[in-house]
């Protein structure tokens, strides 16, 4: 990825102090232009990192970071010892993997099915369409849902109604409060894969296609050993990229469609974290809590980082 | 390329288009169901006549709306959030991408800077760590614990540092011949080059603080500092309306069309710069995600 080298003017003669010097004078205002940011990470990011040493104190506000007193692994221990820890973990990975793979399979079967139309304006329309709701915020989709999937008087319900369907309370029980949670993701964000796995579809040698028909394979077999080979160094790198989700579930959608009745079946790592913190006021433990999501993540996305550089080559940097 | 147009070849393509539009639809009847609720009267609403058209039509929950100055007031916020957030976002995103586009060899700092931003992205405070340093900055209900956290987006970087590497060096060569320096080059040629990726940013990051509402419901603690999302977040989460509507105001109007026509103002914006963001988004995201 870094290209080849090349030599400007001012390092033809390298090694020379005085054209060090003269170098460091040219580099100044690169360094310049990178201070505001520099500073600004700094304060917004390092000293916050600074804050993680709350996971091993009793912190109280008033007192400070260096007053307050230190207790150890203690804030981890209450962890460990919460009755819906264990719970709240199992939520956060189920609903983030089911949103992970429902929603690829998903975008991959929209790009392949939306990759045999012919029709371009149909194709644009159905894409416009589809990938909408990724740029509205949760509130508004949340907001939407709340509407109409409510049991008094929402459309969803009113339609299932005509099918002789129960109400359902799909924001209200445990049995179906993940499956919502899941289906609007998917509703939200499909449409956004779609476009990088259409993207990847078009990018197939045409003439790959042309000599397999000529060979006598039909469109199904130009699918199978055509298309998904074509696609699928972009699947397992996409794949491997989202390993470090694999602890977010979704905190925005999350903390605006749940309610303490699904709480057994929709609270994740992350609205326990707030709760813990600015409901509960236990900054201690509610900092513990997510160091350790926070660490795991990192693992996971360095695990994935190096898988993506070593089978793609694809670097971040 | 010629299509067999076998039986089953066009049994095929009417399913196709079948689910596709069905697909289609289902993104879109939500909305329009919500637009339909939002233009119709209230007593057609809490009858459930409301499909995908307005029945009855009015105009009473945007006058409602228009009256409110609470809500006035919250769109005001968020569009000078918007708008300062974004210009600063970008700014920033630009003059730090322009040293770290630089080569190693002729910017040995570089790779000390990469990383000092690079582990930004594998490791944050969290939640609390971020409110008691933003606290500790005296900036609770200040319209800059909007701005300032985020400021310096790494990704945004990322994006910016591939397109100006993908400018041919020749450009800065010459131009350092010609005695110009690094603020030059910055400004009078590569700024102007890469307007297209400026798009890109600036849209993504409208739509990011259009968008944005937990970080107001954190770190505002007076409502009516609250930007928009934040605003219909607590109206839509909190069935309570009699602390946000007047009895008067009640008997004409539903809180529930009066949510829906919020809800539908809130997501306007967005609705008006996509054609934009589509344009410019696909680019981006395919530069951004499938670049080798």
Request: net charge neutral; charged share 10%.
């Amino acid at each position: 990825m870094l290209r080849g080298d090349f030599d400007p003017p001012y390092t033809l003669q390298e090694g020379n102090d005085e054209m060090k010097s003269n170098r460091w004078k040219r580099n100044l205002p690169l360094h310049l232009m990178i201070i505001p940011g520099v500073i600004l990470i700094f304060l917004f990011a390092y000293i916050p990192m600074g804050g993680i040493a709350m996971a091993f104190q009793k912190f109280i506000p008033n007192r400070g970071l260096f007053g307050s007193e230190w207790v150890g692994f203690a804030n981890f221990v209450y962890m460990i010892n919460m009755p819906d820890i264990y719970d709240v973990v199992r939520n956060t990975v189920l609903i983030a993997m089911s949103k992970i793979v429902l929603g690829q399979f998903v975008a991959i079967m929209a790009a392949l099915l939306l990759n045999e139309m012919r029709n371009r304006r149909v194709v644009r329309t159905v894409q416009t369409l589809i990938y909408m709701p990724h740029f509205l915020s949760w509130v508004i989709l949340g907001g939407i849902l709340v509407d109409v999937l409510s049991t008094n008087g929402g459309i969803v319900n009113q339609l299932l109604g005509v099918f002789g369907i129960e109400p359902i309370f799909f924001l209200g029980s445990n049995s179906w409060f993940p499956i919502t949670l899941i289906a609007s993701d998917i509703w939200k964000e499909f449409g956004f894969s779609t476009i990088i796995y259409l993207a990847a579809l078009t990018s197939i040698n045409p003439t790959l296609y042309e000599a397999a028909y000529i060979d006598g394979a039909n469109r199904w077999k130009q699918t199978l050993h055509i298309t998904l080979p074509g696609i699928g160094p972009i699947v397992v790198l996409l794949a491997l990229l989202s390993l470090g989700n694999v602890l977010n579930a979704g905190f925005e959608q999350v903390f605006m469609l749940y309610s303490p009745q699904v709480y057994r079946s929709g609270d994740i790592i992350d609205t326990m974290v707030y709760r813990i913190g600015f409901q509960d006021f236990q900054y201690g433990v509610s900092t513990a809590v997510n160091l350790f999501k926070s660490v795991i993540s990192m693992v996971l996305i360095i695990i994935s980082y190096r898988l993506v550089y070593k089978i793609a080559n694809y670097r971040i940097f | 390329m010629v299509e067999p147009n076998s039986l089953s070849r066009k049994l095929f393509h009417a399913a196709n288009y079948s689910i596709m539009i069905a697909l289609s639809l289902f993104c879109l009847l939500p909305f329009i169901h919500i637009w339909a609720i939002s233009f119709s009267d209230s007593a057609a609403v809490n009858g459930g006549l409301v499909k995908l058209w307005p029945v009855d039509f009015n105009l009473d929950a945007y006058s409602y709306i228009l009256g409110d100055s609470k809500f006035g007031s919250a769109f005001w916020i968020s569009l000078q959030r918007t708008v300062l957030g974004t210009l600063i976002n970008v700014l920033l995103c630009v003059l730090v991408a322009y040293p770290l586009s630089k080569e190693s060899t002729h910017f040995p700092a570089r790779s000390v800077y990469v990383w000092y931003f690079m582990l930004t992205m594998l490791i944050g405070g969290g939640l609390v760590p971020n409110y008691m340093a933003i606290k500790a900055y005296g900036l609770i209900d200040s319209l800059w614990a909007l701005i300032l956290p985020g400021a310096v987006s790494v990704y945004f970087i990322v994006l910016m540092l591939n397109f100006f590497r993908g400018l041919p060096r020749e450009l800065e060569e010459s131009a350092f011949v010609d005695g110009a320096g690094h603020w030059t080059i910055l400004f009078k040629i590569y700024m102007p080059l890469s307007l297209p990726s400026i798009a890109t940013i600036s849209l993504f990051a409208m739509v990011g603080h259009w968008n944005a509402w937990f970080d107001g419901l954190l770190y505002l603690n007076r409502p009516e500092n609250y930007p928009l999302q934040t605003f219909l977040q607590t109206i839509i989460t909190q069935p309570d309306m009699s602390k946000l509507h007047d009895v008067s105001q009640m008997m004409n109007v539903t809180t529930r069309n009066v949510k829906t026509a919020q809800i539908f103002v809130g997501m306007l914006p967005i609705l008006l710069v996509y054609p934009f963001l589509q344009r410019f988004f696909i680019k981006g995201i395919v530069v951004g995600s499938v670049k080798g």
